[in-house]
């Protein structure tokens, strides 16, 4: 005979079991209203888009989601599981380089009854998986079900330049999943995060590693980035280049062929090191190591720690092995080669010439994906110049996007999309050196050089400082500058 | 005759392939094809060839005058008269790629009887209609074609701007030299065609370039070598020095010409060239074809090596300059545009692929080269040449050998030295490799993100080299052409 008790009990059990075993609950959708700014008039912004992504609770009663689905978000908004209420949220980390964002949620009660998820390691290959999340085609949340199909270093979209660690599987995931759990026994091992366009049943997510990382590098109060060490590490295979560096045939070992100028490896290294072991990881011929079953590029271990640590290395120089210990440090010199997030853009108006940073999104509004003629100085300085010229690069290169037409400024042949070099025989660096520039001129016309050959405009310094608030004006402008 | 026979005698008149008044030409219009070399420039090695046919016009003296298009690099050229029949084996006696003019001639006798030498315009007047007349199907095709304007262009060819005359039509496959006709004289030969704007060469540009070579005083075009912009902000005029209503065009690059004094310098005011009063656009009044940019003062009764006077106003001061025009020369530019002097040229070493970098192998991308080829290596066109750095090597590709293991990827690098040797040329590279270092060939490419440096073994090279030969079909392990035998653009043929 059951008893009352034993029958309270199984149901209990029952209940506890589903709750062990229903991570559905814990998954959240996510509703973003977002407005992107736009980067040739920066003033102003486009219209304000929906969009939808996906998360899930972790420790501390938060979501975390990936970047993108919060990216110049204006408005956060949250549902639980079959819930049909929503709630306000707001982001607490965004992580872009790794596509990564934690959210709070304004109205605490938004947890109860919800349980963390937690953290599995990462899946080995032909392991299945379940992606979770409420991709679009539908209102309910979506599971499906894949194996992991490799494990290697892949561009993150959501920054452009950034390489980490990614996990390939041919779970389905689509525009929604983004941000939602990849589960393997009910532990999340991945966030579901991009597709490749032309790739069939291909679908990426980010690995436990890459999402402890990002955890732990918000412990202090503030996202960091994930570190490099600015070493171009490339395959040493060729059999006399080995011999010449006095290594033998054995597989192991790849050689730096270039330190980024001023990158934390530049004092530390030479070219024609050959790195033998990064972090006690064997380095291979072609770069890669073996971590956790997969060869990978050795990179990934510097980026195992966090900014301001160091990275111990086994290098050969000089046909013997030495120890090197290299400090690792978040790089942001390609910031604006990369696709930006939050901060909305620099700019300055003056006399209705508008001077902002050149960026990858600047370029994007040109309208091309390959440069012309006319844009092809932009390019160069924005991807080329650093690497080959670190001495010339600037550390925020300005362009004049437009000109806002005010009498003032008629006369001017240049309408925009150049480079400035000089103004008022000033190199300008950055948009301060415009102000600046600008401001210390008290007599004569303002002259103001581009690169390339677009030669140089002088501009009515008087008139073009009193038409500086008639532009705004008439162009419903509220400030000259964001600086 | 009632007006009904005379009505149709009109209708007939305009549906027939060519009208009496034209039949003449007939007589002048010849057909030219030509077989040339279209080189593979990713496998510089091969060399297979293409045939076109274009229109020639004959002006005398057994000569026949066409574009330059498609015949630096001819390998047979034959002539037809009258539309059809028999191909006369022909010959280029002469050639420019920057005046875009060539002269063929025939040896066989029975090619010119019958044939009456075309005249010349030695003026054009403007806004007239002109006749466009071709071969087509063995037949004589006239059209009547739209002027539109005078303007200034580079050539086909060539950078060197000239006078042009475009034209409005929609007839299409133009650009193959036809002869265009006013007034019973040729008015200019097609060179291309965009959309509705036929371009022409117009006679009196032809005229003066043939004249000069018939005399034997043919130096070559020359051109302006600097860059202007229009100065049509007075405030930039006035901040020059400039009083009084807005003139002149802003120098704003002057090449760094090596052994060259440059006379002009950036933030020169160009205020009269060649007695020519320049305007803010930077224009001149032609007295013949109105408004026309400044540059067409540098060919404008002027080759290469005239001197043209130019006024400046430099520092506030009107200074009077004398300007000796440069001949114009592919490899005036760091990435040439054209390499008609040689075939294109290569050394393979131990399966590295390396060629010269020039616009030639940029359009090997096909048509839509400007977007395809790599960003990086188009934009060293828009550098300078330099003493130091005349032109620029790059390692092409990768001719897989057990000899280059682990470069096989390794391609489109443009090269800084090899083993310590500066490298500007490909004769630099066969230098260079003659002297190995520590038993290793080293090659260095340019700073940047893409590999810096690769090393191969100096002992197996010339081995590997001839394995790589054999196993690839190689006709040579290089071809260089001795500098010597490239110093003409302009050639004299057969």
């Known amino acids: ?483 | 005759m009632t007006r009904p026979l005379l009505l149709l005698l009109l209708l007939i008149a305009g549906l027939a392939p060519v009208s009496s008044a034209e039949a003449v030409w007939e007589k002048s219009v010849v057909t030219v094809e030509v077989t040339f070399k279209d080189y593979d420039f990713f496998q510089p090695w091969n060399t297979p060839t293409r045939s076109v046919r274009k229109h020639g016009l004959y002006i005398g003296g057994q000569e026949i005058v066409t574009t330059a298009q498609y015949l630096p690099t001819e390998t047979l050229v034959r002539l037809q008269k009258g539309g059809r029949g028999k191909w006369y084996p022909a010959k280029v006696v002469w050639f420019d790629p920057h005046a875009d003019l060539a002269v063929i001639t025939s040896e066989d006798p029975e090619f010119w009887v019958g044939l009456r030498p075309a005249r010349l315009a030695k003026a054009i007047p403007q806004a007239q209609d002109f006749n466009l007349i071709r071969w087509k199907d063995g037949n004589l095709e006239s059209r009547r074609v739209e002027f539109s304007k005078f303007t200034v262009k580079d050539g086909s060819l060539s950078f060197a701007p000239r006078l042009t005359l475009e034209l409005n039509t929609d007839l299409g496959g133009l650009g193959w030299a036809e002869p265009v006709m006013l007034n019973g004289t040729v008015a200019g030969l097609t060179t291309s065609k965009g959309g509705n704007t036929c371009n022409v060469v117009p006679a009196p540009f032809i005229r003066q370039i043939l004249e000069a070579r018939a005399k034997g005083r043919y130096p070559g075009m020359g051109y302006f070598d600097f860059v202007w912009e229009p100065g049509e902000n007075p405030t930039t005029l006035e901040h020059l020095g400039l009083k009084g209503p807005g003139r002149g065009a802003i120098v704003i690059r002057v090449p760094n010409r090596p052994g060259v004094d440059p006379v002009l310098k950036p933030r020169d005011l160009l205020l009269e060239v060649d007695g020519f009063p320049i305007d803010v656009a930077g224009d001149y009044l032609d007295p013949q074809y109105g408004h026309l940019l400044l540059e067409n003062l540098s060919s404008r009764g002027h080759l290469a090596g005239d001197m043209v006077r130019m006024k400046v106003l430099r520092d506030g001061m009107e200074t009077n300059i004398s300007y000796v025009l440069p001949k114009a020369e592919y490899h005036d530019d760091l990435v040439p545009r054209e390499l008609f002097d040689h075939p294109p040229e290569y050394v393979v070493a131990g399966g590295l692929v390396f060629q010269a970098l020039d616009q030639p192998f940029l359009r090997g991308w096909g048509e839509d080269w400007r977007r395809r080829a790599p960003f990086r290596l188009q934009h060293y066109q828009n550098g300078s040449p330099t003493a130091e750095r005349p032109s620029l090597v790059l390692l092409s590709n990768v001719l897989p050998d057990p000899v280059n293991v682990g470069y096989q990827e390794a391609r489109f690098l443009v090269v800084d030295r090899i083993n310590g040797r500066r490298i500007s040329t490909l004769a630099d590279v066969v230098e260079a490799l003659k002297d190995p270092k520590d038993g290793v060939h080293r090659v260095e490419f340019m700073k940047g993100d893409t590999l810096q440096s690769l090393l191969l073994d100096a002992a197996s090279m010339d081995q590997a080299t001839q394995r790589v030969i054999r196993r690839y079909g190689l006709p040579a392990a290089q071809r260089i052409t001795e500098p010597a035998a490239k110093t003409k653009t302009q050639g004299t043929m057969g």
């Open chain 1, 1 to 483: 005979m059951l008893s009352k008790t034993l029958a309270v009990a199984v149901l209990c059990l029952t209940v506890l079991g589903l709750q062990a075993g229903s991570p559905e609950r814990s998954v959240i959708q996510i509703l973003t209203f977002s407005q992107q700014p736009q980067f040739d008039s920066p003033w102003r912004s486009d219209n304000v888009r929906r969009s939808g992504g996906s998360g899930f609770v972790i420790k501390g009663r938060k979501i975390i989601t990936n970047a993108h689905v919060i990216a110049w978000a204006k408005q956060i908004l949250v549902r639980r599981y079959q819930d049909p209420r929503p709630f306000q949220a707001r982001v607490a980390y965004a992580g872009n380089d790794c596509d990564l964002a934690i959210l709070e949620v304004e109205d605490p009660s938004f947890f109860d009854g919800l349980e963390p998820l937690e953290f599995g390691d990462l899946p080995a290959v032909r392991s299945a998986v379940v992606t979770c999340g409420y991709p679009a085609g539908g209102e309910q949340i979506s599971f499906t079900r894949g194996v992991v199909s490799r494990i290697e270093v892949q561009n993150y979209a959501h920054p452009g330049n950034r390489f980490l660690l990614a996990v390939q599987t041919d779970a389905a995931i689509n525009p929604g999943n983004s941000g939602g759990p990849v589960l393997q026994d009910d532990k999340v091992v991945g966030v579901a995060f991009q597709g490749v366009p032309g790739l069939e049943n291909a679908g990426f997510f980010i690995p436990p590693e890459v999402i402890r990382h990002f955890l732990k590098d918000i412990e202090d109060g503030k996202y960091t980035g994930f570190p490099e060490a600015g070493i171009n590490l490339v395959p040493l295979q060729n059999p006399a280049y080995r011999r010449f560096l006095g290594l033998p045939e054995d597989g192991v070992g790849a050689r730096v062929d270039s330190l980024r100028p001023g990158g934390p490896a530049e004092k530390l290294l030479k070219k024609d090191d050959v790195v033998l072991e990064i972090a006690g990881y064997p380095v291979g011929s072609d770069g890669t190591v073996l971590y956790r079953d997969n060869r990978v590029s050795g990179s990934i271990l510097f980026q195992t720690v966090q900014n301001g640590e160091t990275v111990k290395l086994k290098v050969w120089r000089d046909r013997k092995p030495i120890e090197v210990e290299v400090p690792v440090a978040v790089y942001q010199g390609d910031r604006l080669a990369g696709n930006q997030y939050d901060v909305p853009p620099r700019y300055l108006i003056y006399g209705g010439l508008v001077f902002t940073p050149l960026s990858a999104d600047y370029l994007r509004t040109l309208g091309r994906d390959r440069p012309d003629a006319s844009s092809s100085a932009l390019f160069y300085e924005l991807y080329y110049r650093r690497s080959e010229d670190p001495g010339g690069a600037r550390s925020e290169p300005v362009v004049l996007s437009t000109v806002l037409a005010h009498p003032a400024n008629a006369n001017l042949r240049v309408r925009g999309k150049v480079l400035v070099n000089r103004i008022n025989g000033v190199r300008i660096d950055c948009l301060e050196d415009v102000a600046q520039a600008l401001g210390q001129k008290k007599e004569g016309a303002h002259v103001i050089e581009f690169a390339g050959q677009d030669g140089f405009e002088c501009l009515e310094r008087e008139a073009s400082a009193q038409a500086t608030p008639q532009v705004l004006e008439t162009y419903g402008i509220s400030s000259d500058r964001r600086l």
